[in-house]
């Protein structure tokens, strides 16, 4: 799936080492990220489901970039329009996660 970021370069989404590397590191692990991606609340009643977002973004555009972007850099490069078609990117090639990070993840959950 080839995309266009906001400064009109194309780049191909494509689930890396390097992607996995990048969700690997989000703090409380892949575990945290899922439960953060659906929304759960936290203890104080608030959700961190835009910053999981935000990180899969990050972790999708950097890994795929030919330059070394920071999270900044690569969340403001995807256009809004572009966050929905990224995240059924993702949904549609977590079996490819799942079977390198050995995660056991029903994909639907994303989509809450």
Do not use: C, W
Request: aromatic residues 8%.
């Amino acid at each position: 799936m080839e995309i266009e970021l906001k400064n009109g370069e194309k780049i191909t989404l494509e689930v890396t080492s390097l992607f996995l590397e990048y969700i690997e590191d989000y703090e409380g692990g892949i575990e945290q990220l899922k439960k953060d991606a659906q929304g759960e609340k936290d203890k104080n009643g608030y959700t961190k489901k835009m910053y999981a977002t935000n990180q899969l973004l990050y972790a999708i555009v950097a890994s795929n970039y030919d330059e070394p972007l920071t999270y900044r850099q690569a969340v403001r490069l995807v256009k809004l329009e572009d966050i929905e078609t990224i995240v059924e990117f993702l949904i549609n090639n977590i079996p490819v996660i799942k079977n390198t990070m050995n995660l056991d993840v029903d994909k639907h959950n994303y989509r809450k």
